[in-house]
Nanobody
Framework: HLQLVESGGGLVQPGGSLRLSCAASGVNLDYYVIGWFRQAPGKEREGVSCLVTSGGSTNYIDSVKGRFTISRDNAKDTVYLQMNSLKPEDTAVYYC?????????????????????????WGQGIQVTVSS
């Protein structure tokens, strides 16, 4: 049974950086999509970035392109979200989630999206606050 644990959140000033980690346990992360989502106070949860572990393709929402980078450490079964040039509007609870892929290689390696219903496993969430 896959379990996900986020770490690395906290308080940072505008323009600063944080690196979130999503550590997986229970299974190997091959043939999964790992997504990062966030929920700001009073707003709906939104997808931020995702990575297809088989093939390595990534996707980002427009508001974080050029500032956030998603990556994977295969040896540690951990996925990172490097967040640079942080803005107050990035303040939110950040969640990592996993979608298991199966089937043909084109299916397994298809571009990842941010449809929450596709993600089977979720972490508990971690707070990121960007404020001076």
């Amino acid at each position: 049974h896959l379990q996900l644990v986020e770490s690395g959140g906290g308080l940072v000033q505008p323009g600063g950086s944080l690196r979130l980690s999503c550590a997986a346990s229970g299974v190997n992360l091959d043939y999964y999509v790992i997504g990062w989502f966030r929920q700001a106070p009073g707003k709906e949860r939104e997808g931020v970035s995702c990575l297809v572990t088989s093939g390595g393709s990534t996707n980002y929402i427009d508001s974080v392109k050029g500032r956030f980078t998603i990556s994977r450490d295969n040896a540690k079964d951990t996925v990172y979200l490097q967040m640079n040039s942080l803005k107050p509007e990035d303040t939110a609870v950040y969640y990592c989630a996993a979608e298991r892929r199966s089937g043909t290689m084109p299916t397994v390696q298809a571009m990842c999206m941010f449809l929450e219903r596709e993600y089977d496993y979720w972490g508990q969430g971690i707070q990121v606050t960007v404020s001076s």
